[in-house]
T-cell receptor, first 112, second 111 residues
């Protein structure tokens, strides 16, 4: 069973608010990822990190930002939430040299 | 752009029936993964297939990787309500060599 956690699980927030979605893993994995998933749609990679102080943008453009100050922690921040940001956000991690990704339970974000 | 197309998009069957879902691409993949995602949870890896023509079995689930490594299938024998979920295939691709996912097949098995 994967040890990767996301908080909050659900978030309803008004337009213009700043939000941070938390993601932590206790497996010591170097690689971490953020995906955005809309109902009935595929997962889109929006950010990834190969280690501390490493962050890259994914294939899908996103207004969010991420940081990787500690190996186990990979938070995602939206400075000013908009209704178009409404989606499910999934965090994942993997060990270097492997393709298997372990996913957290996700955060469902609703921006009103 | 590498794409993974999954079919069918939705599948609703009765307990005990067999089913096959497909994952197709025009591109060659070094390997393909199958994940299952239950409502309110993140995807969980079921299997990775790496060799063209490979067949892997996981209890009632049989996974096959096409000879040309462009497609894969998942066959479930005697489906059970616990098999209900979204089945996603994924392969290494994209401009940055990360995992790309198909849209998934949403399976519902009714008792």
């Amino acid at each position: 069973e994967a040890d990767i956690y996301q908080t909050p699980r659900y978030l309803v927030i008004g337009t213009g608010k700043k939000i941070t979605l938390e993601c932590s893993q206790t497996m010591g994995h170097d690689k971490m990822y953020w995906y955005q998933q809309d109902p009935g749609m595929e997962l889109h990679l929006i950010h990834y990190s190969y280690g501390v102080n490493s962050t890259e943008k994914g294939d899908l453009s996103s207004e969010s930002t991420v940081s990787r100050i500690r190996t186990e922690h990979f938070p995602l921040t939206l400075e000013s939430a908009r209704p178009s940001h409404t989606s499910q956000y999934l965090c994942a991690s993997s060990e270097s040299g492997t393709e298997t990704q372990y996913f957290g339970p996700g955060t469902r974000l609703l921006v009103l | 752009t590498q794409l993974l197309e999954q079919s069918p998009q939705f599948l609703s069957i009765q307990e005990g029936e067999n089913l096959t879902v497909y994952c197709n691409s025009s591109s060659v993949f070094s390997s393909l993964q199958w994940y299952r995602q239950e409502p309110g949870e993140g995807p969980v890896l079921l299997v990775t297939v790496v060799t063209g023509g490979e067949v892997k079995k996981l209890k009632r689930l049989t996974f096959q990787f096409g000879d040309a490594r462009k497609d894969s299938s998942l066959h479930i024998t005697a489906a059970q309500p616990g098999d209900t979920g979204l089945y996603l295939c994924a392969g290494i691709g994209g401009s940055q060599g990360n995992l790309i996912f198909g849209k998934g097949t949403k399976l519902s098995v009714k008792p």
